[in-house]
């Protein structure tokens, strides 16, 4: 074939491609340039129909079915979001009422031995899917950050033993999360570093507070004070006992005043220093997460030395 025949074939296809998209937008391949958008009665009904034609299966063609059913002009969905839609709202064994005082019991239990793993928090308790399990958390830990902020009790006031027991553990999750935040901070600053949140993780609203100073030791151990005054049943001190200490969790000296070019940070048994000159030194180690984040303080000091090399080399 000549190279004249090759080019009108291949112009004849790409004609052929650019009508095929003009008349069904939402039918060739996964969508690249879907948005955030919230889902309509029109489109889970579309939803339903094509999950019960693929059986719950092959999500790519659920997708492809749901956006053929729509119109132009509304965003095309991805298989992703059909699956997340499915499982987490329309699924007829998913249960999407308020979780129950049992059910909070038994994830707080859970909670303890295997942390933020939802998935296996959900899989204890019946018809709940990590994404239910994962807000509810999330939404009961920022609702405590708030009022940790604000010094109010108002909206927290536990009714019974079990339920203080239950505020006092989220409070403790809360100053864990403080410190991992503060940590995070200083590294990035004694690393020049801009992207502290996604070296810290977790949740965006709380690292925005903990880097504004909402949350603070000090507001964490005042809270928990106006939480054991404020309540009007009597309390077991043994299950008590073990959150006795965040009554005194201040630091002798305030992260606002540590030099960005210095900081020392001296927690009950463990400190870390930050030298001139970006040298990362290990005093003493008493939790097993701090390794990993002198690995990777180390790990950026590497590659700050190594692009400096290359533009000295240039």
Same mark, same amino acid.
């Not at 296809?13 to 340039?33: A, D, R, V, W, Y």
């Not at 038994?106 to 899989?123: C, L, P, Q, T």
């Not at 073990?242 to 005043?257: Q, T």
């Given at each position: 074939?000549?190279?004249?025949?090759?080019?009108?074939?291949?112009?004849?296809? !790409?004609?052929?491609? !650019?009508?095929?998209?003009?008349?069904?937008? #939402?039918?060739?391949?996964?969508?690249?340039?879907?948005?955030?958008?919230?889902?309509?009665?029109?489109?889970?009904?579309? %939803?339903? =129909?094509?999950?019960?034609?693929?059986?719950?299966?092959?999500?790519?063609?659920? =997708?492809?079915?749901?956006?053929?059913?729509?119109?132009?002009?509304?965003?095309?969905?991805?298989?992703?979001?059909?699956?997340? /839609?499915?499982?987490?709202?329309?699924?007829?064994?998913?249960?999407?009422?308020?979780?129950?005082?049992?059910?909070?019991?038994?994830?707080?239990?859970?909670? /303890?031995?295997?942390?933020?793993?939802?998935? #296996?928090?959900?899989?204890? %308790?019946?018809?709940?899917?990590?994404? !239910?399990?994962?807000?509810?958390?999330?939404?009961?830990?920022?609702?405590?950050?708030?009022?940790?902020?604000?010094?109010?009790?108002?909206?927290?006031? @536990?009714?019974?033993?079990?339920?203080?027991?239950?505020?006092?553990?989220?409070?403790?999750?809360? #100053?864990?999360?403080?410190?991992?935040?503060?940590?995070?901070?200083?590294?990035?600053?004694?690393?020049?570093?801009?992207?502290?949140?996604?070296?810290?993780?977790?949740?965006?609203?709380?690292?925005?507070?903990?880097?504004?100073?909402?949350?603070?030791?000090?507001?964490?151990?005042?809270?928990?004070?106006?939480?054991?005054?404020?309540?009007?049943?009597?309390?077991?001190?043994?299950?008590?006992?073990?959150?006795?200490?965040?009554?005194?969790? =201040? @630091?002798?000296?305030?992260?606002?005043?540590?030099?960005?070019?210095?900081?020392?940070?001296?927690?009950?048994?463990?400190?870390? !220093?930050?030298?001139?000159?970006?040298?990362?030194? %290990?005093? #003493?180690?008493?939790?097993?997460?701090?390794?990993?984040?002198?690995?990777? =303080?180390?790990?950026?000091?590497?590659?700050?030395?190594?692009?400096?090399?290359?533009?000295?080399?240039?």
């Amino acid at each position: 074939m000549s190279r004249l025949t090759v080019n009108l074939v291949f112009q004849a296809l !790409i004609l052929i491609l !650019i009508l095929m998209k003009h008349q069904f937008p #939402h039918s060739i391949g996964e969508p690249t340039n879907y948005l955030r958008y919230i889902w309509n009665k029109t489109e889970d009904r579309a %939803l339903r =129909a094509a999950v019960r034609r693929f059986k719950g299966e092959q999500w790519t063609l659920v =997708a492809d079915s749901v956006n053929r059913r729509l119109s132009s002009t509304v965003p095309p969905k991805t298989s992703k979001q059909c699956r997340e /839609r499915w499982v987490n709202q329309l699924c007829p064994t998913v249960n999407l009422g308020p979780l129950t005082k049992e059910e909070i019991a038994k994830a707080f239990e859970v909670h /303890r031995k295997a942390g933020n793993r939802w998935a #296996h928090i959900a899989s204890e %308790l019946v018809r709940r899917t990590d994404n !239910i399990v994962k807000n509810w958390f999330l939404c009961k830990l920022r609702k405590l950050a708030r009022c940790v902020k604000k010094g109010t009790v108002a909206l927290m006031l @536990p009714g019974d033993g079990t339920e203080l027991v239950q505020e006092l553990y989220m409070v403790e999750y809360l #100053h864990k999360y403080y410190l991992s935040a503060e940590r995070h901070k200083n590294i990035a600053r004694s690393l020049n570093s801009q992207n502290r949140r996604r070296k810290n993780g977790g949740d965006r609203y709380i690292n925005r507070m903990v880097e504004k100073g909402d949350i603070t030791a000090t507001k964490l151990s005042e809270f928990v004070k106006l939480l054991l005054e404020s309540i009007s049943f009597e309390v077991d001190q043994n299950s008590i006992q073990k959150y006795e200490y965040l009554l005194d969790i =201040a @630091p002798s000296r305030s992260y606002s005043e540590l030099d960005s070019s210095n900081p020392n940070i001296d927690l009950k048994s463990e400190t870390i !220093i930050f030298s001139t000159g970006n040298i990362l030194s %290990l005093i #003493h180690i008493s939790e097993p997460t701090r390794q990993a984040e002198i690995s990777y =303080a180390v790990f950026c000091l590497k590659k700050k030395k190594k692009k400096k090399k290359k533009q000295k080399k240039k």
